[in-house]
């Protein structure tokens, strides 16, 4: 998505065309977001009041593998200098992302929750 995401854009562009009618498919699933500021705007919360959603407490910390994916994408990404030679970058990267990468972090996040509840929910070694 080119420019900056707020609250509307993050329902109009996300949640109304793909995030809703995904969990209007799936009974009982429940959509975790984080307190990202266009997730946590009033519009958007509205928004999700139809559905389960995971309560997300502040400073809590970050289980997402997701985030590691893109921290392994950034290391990866060449310097571009249009948007559309930074589109195509990232199509490269992603298709050529090692899925015994994407398993290693779906086979660690055990150990990733025990260490959450070890550390009182604090910082972790992940």
């Not at 329902?11 to 977001?33: E, S, T």
């Not at 490269?92 to 550390?119: E, K, T």
Request: aromatic letters at 6%.
């Amino acid at each position: 998505m080119r420019g900056t995401l707020t609250g509307l854009r993050y329902v109009d562009h996300i949640l109304r065309p793909h995030v809703g009618p995904f969990l209007n498919g799936h009974p009982g699933a429940i959509f975790q977001k984080d307190n990202a500021r266009p997730h946590a705007a009033r519009v958007a919360l509205d928004f999700l009041r139809h559905f389960q959603t995971l309560p997300w407490p502040a400073r809590s910390p970050n289980l997402s593998l997701v985030q590691h994916v893109r921290d392994q994408l950034k290391r990866q990404m060449p310097s571009c200098h249009s948007v559309h030679d930074l589109e195509l970058a990232v199509q490269d990267l992603w298709a050529h992302l090692p899925q015994n990468n994407i398993r290693c972090l779906i086979n660690s996040m055990p150990d990733r929750v025990a260490g959450c509840i070890a550390a009182g929910c604090g910082r972790t070694r992940y």
